[in-house]
């Protein structure tokens, strides 16, 4: 069995499948230079007075406007609990308050505070180190990092057989694999702006989908609304939207409050609603800031990688306002897979932010990705752990294509944030994608064939929904679709 991605997803497939031998492909070395690592929100559950899996269960609804598959996100939010106390048994130390009970903090969409942290604002570090510590004391487990996943094999009937990976000197060697696990992650590093990694290129997405495997939703793109705003490069650091739980608000140049009767929420609402606001804003040549002078002192101990990166560039976010943008930060969309991880190419199962399995709907919920990390890894692992079929043998190797040279990726990666941004029009989807197909260096790329494959789907969903916002649609102002309630709107 080989699982690619070191994230948090592929590291709880490996060891779920235990005692199945896994042999582990990553970029990365250890728990360093993953988009879990980089979370700082933390993992959402109900486990607070009063709250339950239910209303958990409905916030992801409303938030993914109802575009969800409900069996998933229920089977999340009961899982909620249990993933917890399971990282909590392999040595995370989450934040308690002095009686032992879990300090839970709010983010945008939550009716209430149900956001399980660690170290404040490094949960996705903190709990990395513990998984990456146990993937590499596990005997089942070969972890190769610094290797990339080039090609897969398939067998003379059409299912997986084997990878072909390269090392991180160019050396590339073949593998036999009955069953083949992508943890791939996102396609953040597509896009001008991102909070992502240089390794969220889609990669594992592109592969798959010229290897046959179907893809589900690839129009849904969510942009974080408070990415920290910075010239130097497209890879920006976020600042955590549990800021704003703790009173933190959005201004504008002047201070005046951006979110204010722009949606009942205010500055929690769901992070497609406050991303667009803030894309409107940057658009009509304004400053978007996040104001953080309001947090009590004592609070600010939950905070200390934003206090860290704004001493890095001269702020101190409790008498400094915090300039931020919005940038892509998940993928809703990617390989469309069962609720048990397999996907439609026989042998190919996938898991995390490269999966859709329909949990996250149109619009990801705050803190459900390192949830479904660890309840779906967990999962497909224990689902895997039995099966045992030797690999037929390669019929022949299926790759995504050539890579784009330097200036043809610079073109699509401005087409692809122009046109797939918060606001999206078909004049602007039809452009990038006339754009793309004419330009036979960028067509003839596999990042150029993964670009059409996510314009594609948005041109052709011509109503709003959830972080796929049509200025041109005429379904009206109110996309949370399938709730009638205004309550959920955005208000014109």
Not at 265 to 281: S, T
Not at 353 to 381: D, F, I, K, Q, T
Not at 433 to 452: C, D, E, H, K, V
Request: hydrophobic share 45%; with cysteine; glycine share 14%.
């Amino acid at each position: 069995m080989v699982v690619v991605g070191g994230g948090i997803a592929g590291l709880c497939v490996a060891l779920a499948a235990a005692p199945r031998p896994v042999v582990l492909f990553s970029r990365s070395r250890g728990a360093e230079g993953t988009a879990s690592a980089m979370a700082q929100g933390g993992i959402a559950a109900a486990v607070g007075p009063g709250d339950d899996a239910v209303f958990h269960a409905a916030d992801t609804l409303v938030a993914g406007a109802c575009h969800n598959h409900v069996g998933a996100v229920l089977d999340l939010a009961l899982a909620a609990p249990d993933a917890v106390q399971w990282l909590a048994s392999l040595g995370a130390h989450f934040d308690c308050a002095d009686d032992g009970r879990l300090c839970l903090g709010r983010e945008g969409g939550h009716d209430r505070a149900r956001i399980v942290h660690a170290g404040g604002d490094a949960t996705g570090h903190a709990v990395m180190q513990v998984l990456a510590a146990a993937v590499a004391n596990a005997p089942h487990v070969h972890w190769l990092a610094g290797h990339t996943l080039q090609a897969i094999g398939l067998s003379a009937d059409g299912r997986v057989a084997g990878v072909r990976v390269r090392g991180d000197v160019g050396q590339v060697a073949p593998l036999a694999a009955a069953d083949l696990v992508l943890a791939t992650g996102g396609i953040g590093a597509l896009f001008g702006a991102t909070t992502n990694p240089e390794g969220a290129d889609g990669s594992g997405l592109a592969l798959a989908l010229a290897a046959g495997a179907e893809g589900r939703d690839l129009e849904f793109i969510q942009w974080h609304p408070t990415a920290f705003a910075s010239s130097s490069g497209r890879h920006l650091p976020l600042i955590t939207e549990a800021l704003r739980g703790a009173g933190a608000s959005l201004v504008d140049e002047q201070g005046v409050p951006l979110m204010q009767g722009t949606h009942p929420l205010g500055d929690l609402a769901p992070r497609d609603v406050v991303a667009r606001r803030l894309w409107r804003h940057r658009r009509a040549g304004g400053q978007s800031w996040l104001d953080a002078r309001t947090v009590e002192e004592t609070a600010w101990r939950q905070f200390p990688s934003v206090l860290s990166l704004c001493a890095q560039h001269g702020i101190d976010p409790r008498s400094d306002r915090i300039p931020v943008t919005p940038a892509v930060h998940f993928h809703m969309g990617g390989i469309a897979v069962g609720q048990q991880g397999e996907s439609s190419l026989a042998g190919l199962h996938a898991v995390g932010e490269v999966a859709c399995s329909g949990v996250h709907g149109a619009n990801r919920l705050a803190s459900n990705s390192l949830l479904e990390g660890v309840v779906c890894g967990r999962a497909l692992g224990a689902r895997l752990r039995s099966r045992g079929e030797r690999p037929a043998p390669v019929r022949h190797w299926v790759d995504a294509g050539p890579e784009a040279d330097s200036e043809s990726r610079e073109h699509i990666t401005m087409h692809l944030t122009a046109a797939l941004g918060p606001l999206r029009s078909g004049e602007s989807l039809a452009a990038a994608m006339a754009a793309i197909t004419g330009g036979p260096a960028m067509a003839g790329s596999w990042q150029g064939r993964l670009a059409l494959a996510l314009l594609a789907p948005a041109l052709a969903r011509k109503r709003s929904r959830g972080a796929h916002y049509r200025v041109d649609s005429t379904s009206g102002h109110n996309i949370r679709q399938g709730i009638e309630t205004p309550a959920y709107g955005e208000i014109a």
